[in-house]
């Protein structure tokens, strides 16, 4: 398995944990497996989830880890309990924890597995979409222009979430977009049932019951009455896709009617999206970064999103702004990291702390780069001077695995052949890139797939 998180975790996404699992997160996160991003996958990200989780490492979202083919009808149901046993044993611990004994069975009552969402987290896309695809639909007109009514409609509540958080409004209209298309897909379904669900059936069990407790205790608290308590099948909740555990330590009564509600107060999403911000590490005045052109012959292994020199560093090595760009005054000490999100071939970027903020939002490379564009184009800027490679084939799954295979094989450790591009993987694809003298993005084409197989 890959490591975890760095810039390039986007094949996290795939698993990761955090905030969304719902198949339009999936999708999408399908499209950044290629990336070197959504997240490796994730091991650290569930360790995290799995404990109880400091807000400012634990994404808002959550995406399942590692799918298993699921054997007979079943599903792979791991569990020796039926459902039943399971309740009543989760029901003592959520007692002792001081959850009411009325509230578990309001919110218990007629609770059964949903296999769909068993279903959802076992499922692993074989094909994932080339960046570039994933960018045309996150960044499409009509949610430009919805960002920018919203931008003016929220114009004072924006501007008094801006002087309490510190996070540029733009970005916090993105994000909005970016997980539930403004509130209009926020996952249809009950969270104490997606939740009980994941923790019944076993694979996830740690994970799944802190969720289940922290929702149980958010009904508890009177923020939402159960049967509005919808969301994604991984439990992301509401129009910022929280899991429970974030919305404890990070949701907030902006609107001040004494509930923290992501469900239906535009005002509580917006300022609860700028406090998970804020506690990830979000720079006051800063960009989250900007589009560079690359000198030839540039050594592309410095090119892995971990790697960090100031801006001025990064000059010295020839790296520079698009023709007529310039950096922003202030901004040549700023440790920045350089991003390749489609290789060698496509657009580069050098990307500030911001951008590392706003990926604690959602482990994903595509994801970060899609939200901080976003926030641009809300004011017509954000658009990529380079091209995109359109011409290159994107791996399939089984092709994606051969990789694996035979960068093991070649003695690169490339962890388990999972299918997953993570950071081992890419680690692996660059010492290979290295040695056989090709440019060393990390980057899975179908011409280093070849190159491996001719050795
Ligand atoms: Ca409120």
Request: hydrophobic residues 40%; charged residues 20%; neutral net charge.
């Amino acid at each position: 398995m890959s490591s975890p998180d760095s810039y390039f975790l986007d094949q996290n996404t795939l698993f990761c944990i955090s905030r969304r699992w719902h198949l339009r997160q999936l999708v999408a996160v399908s499209s950044l497996i290629l990336l070197a991003a959504w997240a490796g996958k994730s091991t650290v990200a569930q360790a995290q989830l799995l404990q109880t989780v400091a807000v400012t490492t634990t994404p808002a979202i959550v995406v399942p880890v590692v799918p298993v083919v699921p054997t007979g009808d079943n599903y792979g149901i791991q569990s020796t309990q039926t459902f039943e046993q399971w309740r009543a044993g989760f029901r003592k611990e959520a007692l002792a924890a001081g959850v009411n004994p009325s509230l578990f069975d309001r919110a218990f009552a007629d609770i059964t597995p949903d296999m769909s969402v068993i279903r959802a987290d076992r499922s692993q896309p074989e094909f994932s979409r080339p960046v570039w695809e994933y960018l045309d639909g996150a960044l499409s007109a009509p949610r430009v222009r919805k960002g920018q009514m919203l931008l003016k409609q929220y114009a004072n509540t924006l501007a008094a979430i801006e002087q309490r958080y510190g996070v540029d409004r733009r970005v916090l209209v993105a994000i909005w977009g970016m997980e539930s298309n403004f509130g209009s897909f926020q996952g249809t379904k009950s969270v104490i049932r997606s939740l009980a669900t994941l923790a019944y059936e076993g694979r996830r069990q740690g994970f799944a019951q802190a969720q289940l407790l922290a929702a149980l205790q958010i009904l508890q608290h009177g923020d939402i009455p159960p049967d509005k308590m919808l969301g994604s099948w991984a439990g992301a909740m509401g129009q910022t896709q929280f899991i429970p555990t974030t919305y404890s330590n990070v949701a907030v009564d902006f609107d001040g009617d004494g509930r923290r509600d992501i469900w239906g107060s535009p005002v509580d999403v917006l300022a609860s999206i700028a406090h998970y911000l804020q506690i990830s590490g979000w720079q006051k005045s800063q960009s989250w970064g900007f589009e560079v052109e690359l000198p030839n012959a540039f050594n592309y292994s410095l090119a892995d999103g971990e790697i960090r020199k100031s801006v001025a560093e990064w000059k010295q090595l020839g790296v520079k702004l698009p023709n007529g760009v310039s950096v922003p005054r202030g901004y040549e000490q700023l440790s920045a990291a350089l991003l390749l999100p489609a290789g060698y071939r496509g657009p580069g970027f050098l990307i500030l702390d911001n951008f590392r903020a706003a990926f604690k939002y959602n482990n994903s490379t595509s994801y970060t780069l899609a939200a901080n564009l976003l926030s641009e184009r809300f004011t017509g800027a954000g658009l990529i001077a380079s091209e995109w490679p359109k011409d290159e084939q994107q791996l399939n799954r089984s092709q994606r695995v051969e990789l694996q295979t035979l960068l093991s094989r070649h003695n690169y450790d490339s962890g388990n052949a999972d299918g997953i591009i993570g950071t081992n993987t890419r680690k692996a694809i660059r010492a290979a890139q290295q040695s056989f003298g090709l440019p060393a993005d990390g980057y899975p084409t179908p011409e280093f797939l070849d190159a491996l197989r001719n050795r």
